[in-house]
């Protein structure tokens, strides 16, 4: 092979590397583009799935990876402030109170109702001994006592 040939050769490698480099910039390029039209995140992971192009190719080529990295940046939610420990404190005991008086309402709640529910066994058997002694087929139960529920 002679000089010039390889000389041409080699320019031809070259000018096929710089137009293969050129359409990988000119599509990531694209590809940022539309990930910002479409409100997705920028990262380098999205870029070189929508351009088709590899992480070594966004990371080495400067402007791409600069680009990237702001656009990156600006998309990171910001964090919210944590409120100060007294409004905290102030929360959680207004919380311990709410929850010890919906339980006490709870406790006298379900009193309530067996105390009811006492006096209304205590009255059907009152009216079960009545129906026996008028005569009737009723057996007559034993009193029992009711358990916690």
């Given at each position: 092979m002679t000089d010039d040939a390889r000389a041409k050769r080699t320019q031809t490698l070259a000018t096929?590397?710089?137009a293969k480099s050129h359409a990988k910039t000119a599509a990531a390029e694209k590809a940022i583009r539309n990930l910002v039209k479409r409100g997705e995140s920028i990262t380098f992971q999205a870029v070189q799935r929508e351009a088709n192009v590899s992480h070594a190719f966004?990371?080495?080529?400067?402007?791409?990876?600069?680009?990237?990295?702001?656009?990156?940046?600006?998309?990171?939610?910001?964090?919210?402030?944590?409120?100060?420990?007294?409004?905290?404190?102030?929360?959680?005991?207004?919380?311990?109170s709410q929850i010890t008086r919906l339980k006490k309402q709870h406790r006298e709640e379900v009193q309530a109702l067996r105390n009811a529910l006492e006096q209304a066994h205590g009255e059907n058997l009152d009216l079960r001994r009545e129906l026996a002694r008028r005569g009737g087929n009723a057996p007559v139960p034993q009193a029992r006592t009711i358990g916690p529920c």
């Open positions: 096929a590397a710089k966004l990371y080495n080529h400067p402007d791409l990876r600069g680009r990237i990295e702001r656009l990156r940046a600006q998309a990171r939610p910001v964090p919210a402030p944590t409120p100060p420990a007294d409004e905290q404190s102030t929360l959680v005991l207004a919380l311990t």
